[in-house]
C-alpha cells in the first residue's frame, strides 16, 4: 500500500529517500550529515516481531530522523517525515513537545524541501532558532 499525497503524489517513504540523498550529497561540505540516520519506528510486522521490538524499546510517534549533531542551544534535531499536505498523530507531536523540553530541536516537516531547508538553518545558524518551523 502507498501513501500518496494528493498534492504532490510523492509518499512519505519516497520524500525521505530523496532527504537522505541530498544529504549524502552534502557530505562533503557538512560532514556532521553523515551521522543523519533514520529510527525505523513504522512497516507492518507480525504480532510477534511487533512484541519484540516494543520489549527491546520500541516507542510510538518517535521521530522518524536523528541528526545528533549540537548546535546552538540544542543537542540534537529530530524530525518527524511528512508527505506534503500529511499530518502528524497526537503521539508524534507529543514526542517533538517531549524533545523540544529536553534541549532538542524537533519539528514536523510536510516533504523533502521543507526538511532540507531546517537541517541547513540547524546547521548554520548558532544561536536560537525556534522562528523557523516546518509546521
Not at 512497516?43 to 516507542?59: F, N, P, Q, V, Y
Amino acid at each position: 500500500m502507498t501513501n500518496k499525497s494528493h498534492t504532490s503524489g510523492i509518499s512519505e517513504s519516497i520524500e525521505q529517500q530523496q532527504l537522505f540523498a541530498w544529504a549524502e550529497w552534502l557530505i562533503p561540505r557538512r560532514p556532521e550529515l553523515a551521522l543523519m540516520y533514520h529510527i525505523p519506528n513504522e512497516g507492518k510486522r507480525s504480532k510477534a516481531t511487533g512484541g519484540r521490538m516494543k520489549a527491546e524499546g520500541l516507542k510510538e510517534g518517535v521521530p522518524d530522523i536523528c541528526l545528533p549533531v549540537p548546535s546552538g542551544t540544542y543537542h540534537g534535531l529530530y524530525i518527524e517525515m511528512k508527505r506534503v499536505g500529511g499530518k502528524a498523530s497526537s503521539e508524534q507531536r507529543k514526542w517533538v513537545h517531549l524533545l523540544s523540553e529536553q534541549g532538542y530541536r524537533a519539528e514536523i516537516c510536510q516533504g523533502f524541501e521543507a526538511a532540507a531547508t531546517i537541517i541547513m538553518k540547524y546547521l548554520e545558524l548558532k544561536g536560537e532558532i525556534h522562528h523557523v518551523k516546518c509546521d
